[in-house]
Each structure stands twice: as structure tokens, then as C-alpha cells.
């Protein structure tokens, strides 16, 4: 199961450079406006999708003051209606509560059946996740997060939202 400190040497170990800032457990984007965070650009809100069949499981990664238009990400990935995922699908597919959603939840995913789906924005930057846990949050280039995640076979996509 990968948790904090596990996210953590996983990047350490391949190398990739990330900036980790602990702070006061955050489950919400109202709580965590009030963090000094650096890099503001690379804010993200992560959200927990599902179609209305339950068979494909979304991250969906958008620029943190953005709202989801399910309509619009539903035409885009070409999928069944989708809605909010519910708690105990969060923690039986990724092992996370409310408040943690991340695409390194991914990870503890062993069946792939949660896919990642990022915000075009951030393709060439930076973003920011929490490591499993909403008490820190790490601030990294989006091609390292797609490339540990791909490399652990989560299927990842980038869409104009």
C-alpha cells in the first residue's frame, strides 16, 4: 500500500525532483486556500468520477478554482453519464478518504480500473498532489507524475477541459 512515505522514495528512488510542504490536514478546497502554498499555477482539484454503470473509474485533474462540466469530460472520453464516485469506491479502489483524492491513489490500484484523466493546462508544467495522505502536498512536473504512473500501468490522458 502506498502511503506518504512510500509515494515519497518512489519518486526518490527514480529521481524526480518534487517540492513536499506538510502542513494541516486539508479536505476541501476552501481549507486548502488557506495554505501558503508556492506556485499557485500548479494548484490542482482531483476528483473521483465513475459512469453510471460503475465499470471506469476516473482522477480527473483540473486547475484547483475550475469547475467540472460532466457533460462536456463525458463527450470527451466518449463514456457512459458520469457522476461522483461514492466514499467507500474511494477507499475500496485506492485506499484514500475524502479529502485525499490524488493520482498517486492510483498506485494502490491493482485491478487499473481508475484511469487518470489531467486537465490539458497542466501537460507542460508543473502541479501539485497530495502523497496519499492531505497532509502534505507535493509540487512536481505533470510529465514525472504521468511517467511513475504509466510505468505502474495506470492509463492516463490529457483533455482540453
Known amino acids: 500500500m502506498y502511503g506518504k512515505k512510500e509515494v515519497y522514495a518512489l519518486l ?5 525532483e518534487y517540492e513536499a510542504i506538510e502542513h494541516k490536514a486539508v479536505y476541501n478546497m476552501e481549507e486548502a486556500d488557506t495554505l501558503e502554498l508556492p506556485h499557485r499555477e500548479a494548484g490542482t482539484k482531483n476528483l473521483f468520477i465513475k459512469d453510471d454503470k460503475k465499470r471506469n473509474y ?18 470527451k472520453l466518449q463514456a457512459r453519464p458520469l457522476k461522483f464516485a461514492q466514499e467507500n469506491e474511494l477507499m475500496d479502489l485506492m485506499g484514500l478518504i475524502p479529502g ?20 490539458e493546462y497542466f501537460r507542460h508544467g508543473l502541479m501539485d498532489a497530495h502523497p496519499n495522505d492531505n497532509t502534505a502536498t507535493m509540487i512536481l512536473k505533470t510529465a514525472d507524475v504521468v511517467k511513475v504512473l504509466q510505468e505502474f500501468g495506470v492509463e492516463t490522458q490529457f483533455v482540453e477541459l
Open 12 to 16: 526518490d528512488e527514480r529521481g524526480i
Open 100 to 119: 485525499q483524492v490524488t493520482p498517486f491513489g492510483t498506485l494502490n490500484d491493482k485491478e487499473h480500473k481508475v484511469k487518470v484523466i489531467f486537465a
Open 58 to 75: 476516473y482522477v480527473v485533474v483540473i486547475p484547483e478554482h475550475d469547475r467540472l462540466d460532466l457533460k462536456a469530460l463525458r463527450e
